[in-house]
Each structure stands twice: as structure tokens, then as C-alpha cells.
């Protein structure tokens, strides 16, 4: 088996795939709310991802990445026995676990990726664990079984309500609060939007909120600066100063216009190569 081994492919919905990656010493030093940083090829572009698990014995990380321009196609064109150019990590600051107390966990879309092995952190740490995931449809819903394990209770929504309530994340987090339910902190990931949406639910009540950031990198050193942002009016690079910030600190409207500079050459890109459209 070579480095950076392809050895596990699995589809879990339309357009979104799982990976174990042959990649020991990054398996064996990895923590949770670290990432990677994939090269299909010596010339592709660099993708960061979360490790959702590491698997020591094995040597693999699992990745889930979903296929939504260029590079991500070409990575989910591989199939297993496939090797990746290179794979760097792991990046990024741990999440801070703690005994907290009572945690609500969201996770919209592909976000419930990242937010697994922070829910699962937090659990061994003896919090309690309330889950949200949302999703345009059930076809897209991931990881259901595994959040539904680690919280004691999990709900569900979908915008077109084909799962669990119609409506969105927030719809929900606001349910919770207004029931009364105590709340110690948020950990929210997901779209920008999604995030500055539960950042502003939880702001009037003072609940501490962490939100993970999935800004464009290229680097992941801090070096050239593409993933700057600023968090309560100071510069910082999620790469090396994150990836969670303090969701009420984040300046969401830079970071929300900063996530579309490259979208109109990334079509351009994605045009040329299929037939389908972003």
C-alpha cells in the first residue's frame, strides 16, 4: 500500500464521497477540528479538508469532501488503489474540549463532517450532546446515524421538509431556546450564511457560540493570506489562528464576500469540463 492511498471510496449522496486515506504519521498526530490539505496532482489546486477519524492501527484519516467545481471532480473521479500528490497536515489549532455542560451541536450539509469528531470529543468529555443537522432535501442529509448516537436527542430539518421539520437550522435552535432548555455553548458549522444566522440567534441571548470556518486557503500556513479574516476587528488567518472563532466575533459580511471572489471562474472552469452547472 503507497502513501496517500486511496483505500476506501464510498458515495453517501448525491455528489458528496467518503475517503480513507493511507496517511500514518498524519493519523497518529491528529486531533479533532484539524485539517489537511489535498493535491490530487503536482499542479491541482489545494483543497483543505477536515479529518473526520483517524484510525491509527490502520495509518488512514476518513475525508468527506463534496464534489461542487474543478478539483473536487477530479478527486471524485478516483477510485481506490488511486494515490494522492500529496497530502499536508494535520493543520489548523484543535478544538478546545472541555466539560462545557450542555452543547448544541449544528451541522448544515457537508458541515456535519467537520462537526462529528468535535461532537464526538465533547461526549467523551461528559457533555450533553443536543444535535441539529439540516439539508436542502433527505437525499443530502449525512452522517445521521452516527450524530444520532453521540447526542442525546438529534433533530432534523430539510428546506423542502422531505426529513425531520421544514425550515431551517435556526428555526429549530430557536424552538430550543425558547423552551426554556439550557444551553452552555453552540458549536455551529455549515454554509457562512448558516453560521452568521445562528451567530445572530444566539447573540441576544449570550450563549457562547464557536463557529468553524471554511474559508479559501491555499498555503495553510498563514503565508500567503487567503484565508484572512477578522475576528473582533483583528486580523486573523484561519489556517494557523483556526479554524473556530468565536462566532459573535466574526466579521461574516468580509468573509461572505470574500468566499465569491473566485465563483464566476470556478463556472467558467466547471463549464468547460462537464456539462453540468454549479
Known sequence: MSLYEIVEKTCLAPRVYQWFVQAPAIADKHRPGQFV??????????????IVESR??????????QKVGKSTSDMAALQPGDSLFAVAGPLGTPTHLDMFGSVVCIGGGIGAAPLLPIARGLKERGNQITGILGARSKE??????????????????????????????TD???QIIESGQHIDQVVTIGPPVMMKMTAETTRAHAISTVASLNT??????????G????VNDETKFVCVDGPEFDAHQVDWDEMLKRQNIYRDHECRLFRNQTDETL
Not at 449525512?142 to 436527542?153: A, G, H, T, V
Request: glycine fraction near 10%; aromatic fraction near 4%.
Open 216 to 225: 479559501i486557503m491555499v498555503d495553510g500556513t498563514g503565508m500567503c493570506g
Open 56 to 65: 491509527k492501527e490502520q495509518g488512514l484519516i476518513r475525508i468527506i469532501f
Open 172 to 174: 429549530v435552535l430557536k
Open 37 to 50: 490539505i489535498i493535491q490530487t496532482t503536482e499542479n491541482s489546486e489545494r483543497i483543505p479538508l477536515t
Open 140 to 169: 443530502l442529509l449525512i452522517l445521521e446515524p452516527e450524530m444520532r448516537e453521540l447526542s442525546k436527542k438529534l433533530y432534523i430539518t430539510t428546506d423542502d421538509g422531505s426529513a425531520g421539520e421544514k425550515g431551517f437550522v
Open 227 to 230: 484565508c484572512r479574516i477578522h
